[in-house]
């Protein structure tokens, strides 16, 4: 069975900054894609960023240049440096990988999901 565990994230005042990390853990046989969602009470679940194994990177325009994602392969963690942030970014953040499952193929997994709020 895989995990994904999520940390960080909390209240931030505007223009601040925060970092969250998510853990992949269990059987796992290979990750593809890694990424973050964020979703506000009454609005579909969006894409944040997402990097893929290699390590290149899709950012949502709206947090382009305040953003970063990256990845560690070895250790199956994937990470979202946020910087510059607005009271619009005040969502609950999910990561999201695409596992490599034997006979199965890709199969997408989430974390529990982690409150980031921006506000003062």
């Known amino acids: 069975q895989v995990q994904l565990v999520e940390s960080g994230g909390g209240l931030v005042q505007p223009g601040g900054s925060a970092r969250l990390s998510c853990a992949a853990s269990?059987?796992?046989?290979?990750?593809?894609?890694m990424a973050w969602y964020r979703q506000t009470p009454g609005k579909q679940r969006e894409l944040v960023a997402a990097?893929?194994?290699?390590?290149?990177?899709d950012y949502a325009d709206s947090v382009k240049g305040r953003f970063t994602i990256s990845r560690d392969n070895a250790k199956n963690t994937v990470s979202l440096q946020m910087n510059s942030l607005k009271p619009d970014d005040t969502a609950v953040y999910y990561c999201?990988?695409?596992?490599?499952?034997?006979?199965?193929?890709?199969?997408?997994?989430w974390g529990q999901g982690t409150q980031v709020t921006v506000s003062s």
């Open positions: 999201n990988a695409n596992l490599f499952i034997p006979g199965v193929g890709l199969e997408g997994y």
């Open positions: 990097i893929a194994r290699g390590g290149s990177t």
């Open positions: 269990g059987s796992i046989f290979g990750i593809n894609t």
